[in-house]
């Protein structure tokens, strides 16, 4: 297992990437250790993959500093002891497996054996198939076989479950969580919480190319947990906007949603002062969508 005070798999500092007139990056600093599980969480255009992609070298200089094991992610040797599975990766359709596993192989000096890799990403059943007939989430697993092939000391992940069915991602998940449990680093992004909180020991939240929060996932989850509040009152909209911990209020024909961040002193609240309060009702609102309510929040905000 790597020491975690090595070098850092992974720093940023002050880095800002445009793309034209666009930002997709903006002045943004991290620093990820060896021996960690991280995950990039955003929404769709977060700026993840170019996040992701500036850690590996392969766009142009952005402005700023970043470090890929101690160096320059665009030199070559920096980039010995890693693996990544990109969103726009491919393989030949006319290889097999088996093929494809012992090709990526060959180009590392001491890759993990062909019996390994089958082993670890369960291709034993499809290692003779055509990459091409392959489902998606066997593509996918296939991907992640070919990311691992070198025996990498840090793995990069981009959206490694996008489009994949549940039980194909959790099959996925769980070749993942065997990878992080061998000492490697993983750093993967994606715009599932829920993903993010399985896997992850510490969580980055970006939107719009910043850094909203970072923390270990029980922060993470803790800024999110919102509940919805449904009630009819008479109380107007703005009044309810006013209450402390409320972070929304949208019109349901005669009902009221409230969202708030503790709905305890919300109700509280509510029941004080409206004498007729009725039809009064408290869910929870699941993670991933309490997520998207707050990147979408911030999306009105500008």
């Known amino acids: ?21 666009k930002v997709a990056v903006n002045h943004i600093n991290f620093r990820i250790e060896m021996g960690t599980v991280t995950s990039i969480l955003g929404p769709n255009g977060a700026g993840k993959t170019t996040t992701i992609n500036m850690m590996l070298g392969l766009t142009k200089q952005p402005s700023g500093d970043i470090r890929l094991m101690g160096k ?21 359709d ?42 998606g989430g066997q593509k996918q697993r296939v991907a992640f076989a070919l990311a691992i092939c070198g025996d990498p000391a840090v793995l990069f992940l981009d959206e490694p479950t ?26 993967f992004s994606t715009h599932y919480l829920e993903e993010a909180d399985t896997l992850a020991d510490r969580i980055i939240v970006l939107n719009h190319g910043q850094i909203i929060a970072d923390g270990p996932p029980s922060h993470i989850k803790n800024q999110f947990a919102y509940h919805r509040i449904q009630c009819q009152t008479s109380l107007s909209s703005n ?12 019109d349901e024909g005669r009902l009221k949603q409230i969202t708030a961040n503790e709905a305890e002193s919300v109700v509280r609240f509510l029941l004080n002062s409206d004498q007729q309060l009725s039809d009064l009702e408290v869910t929870n609102i699941g993670l991933d969508a309490a997520f998207l309510m707050l990147t979408q929040d911030q999306e009105g905000l500008g």
Request: without cysteine.
């Open 1 to 21: 297992m790597l020491n975690r005070h090595h070098k850092p798999a992974v720093e940023f500092t002050n880095v800002t990437k445009h793309y034209h007139e």
């Open 72 to 92: 320059d992610p665009t030199v070559p040797s920096s980039r010995l002891h890693i693996g990544a599975m990109l969103q726009t990766a491919g393989a030949p």
């Open 94 to 135: 006319t290889l097999r497996v088996s093929e494809l596993i012992q090709l990526w192989s060959s180009y590392y000096k001491q890759p993990l054996s062909i019996n390994q890799i089958i082993e670890v990403t369960g291709l034993a059943e499809i290692n003779n198939h055509l990459f091409g007939t392959l489902s």
């Open 162 to 187: 996008s489009g994949l069915d549940i039980a194909a991602r959790h099959s996925l998940w769980t070749q993942i969580r065997q990878f992080a449990e061998a000492g490697k680093t993983i750093i």
């Open 239 to 250: 009044q309810l906007r006013e209450i402390p911990g409320v972070i929304r209020v949208t």
